[in-house]
């Protein structure tokens, strides 16, 4: 039976990297994929798919609008054996559930890689509705600078301050956010530390 898999991790836990290599892997086995991502997610391109080490793939945008199901059933029904979604937590709880329906009514494993929470640590819409209907929840490890375990997602401004108020969706990489523990994260906003993000001099 195909399962609804929901692969979180705090930012720079490579959860990019994973899906593109879960992709390669099934490609190597004569399976054919279909690689999606959320239109809010433009960092690399309208179509392209790349992770911080370098790898990269061809994508198909998912605007908040589109029936994930209904267009599956259009495109993709008998030619595609597993999807894989990155940056899953921007989708619409809707379309969670259309992706629900694919692996219910065809069959199709889904596999979904994304955060869980946003920069003040509340779940995103469709981590939240993963969360609560995915078959298997898989975290995705990091480590915080301190050496302790990666839970929080904190933006940094460009004094080097976390922030705590704001959009939820702001989109950034090593560039205004870093991965930290929450006994960190705290300290860091009660202390009003100034926090070096990576790949900084």
């Known amino acids: 039976m ?6 979180y991790g705090a930012m720079g836990s490579s959860k ?9 892997n099934y490609e190597e086995n004569d399976l054919s ?16 798919l790349r992770s911080r080490i370098g790898l990269e793939a061809e994508v198909e945008i998912i605007p908040p609008e589109t029936d994930v199901l209904q267009l599956f059933r ?25 992706l629900r329906s694919i692996v219910d009514e065809h069959n ?16 995103f819409p469709g ?20 050496g302790a375990k990666a839970t929080v997602n904190a933006r940094i401004d460009s004094t080097g301050h976390i922030v705590t ?14 991965a930290m523990c929450h006994k960190c994260y705290v300290r860091g906003i009660r202390d009003h530390r ?6 900084q001099k």
């Not at 199709?108 to 779940?123: E, N, S």
């Not at 969360?131 to 480590?143: S, Y």
């Open 33 to 48: 994929v279909w690689l999606l991502k959320p239109s809010a997610d433009t960092r690399d391109g309208e179509t392209i």
């Open 74 to 98: 259009d495109t993709r029904l008998g030619k595609c054996d597993v999807i894989i979604v990155d940056e899953c937590q921007f989708l619409t709880q809707q379309q969670i559930d259309q």
């Open 108 to 123: 199709i494993p889904v596999m979904c890689f994304g955060l869980r929470t946003d920069f003040q640590t509340k779940l």
């Open 2 to 7: 195909a399962k609804l898999y929901f692969k």
């Open 165 to 178: 108020q704001g959009a939820q969706v702001v989109l950034g990489g090593n560039d205004s956010y870093i």
């Open 194 to 199: 100034v926090i070096k993000l990576h790949g």
């Open 127 to 146: 981590s939240l509705r993963l969360m609560e209907v995915a078959d298997t929840i898989q975290e995705i490890k990091t480590i915080c600078d301190c």
């Open 16 to 24: 990019t990297a994973q899906a593109l290599i879960t992709k390669y």
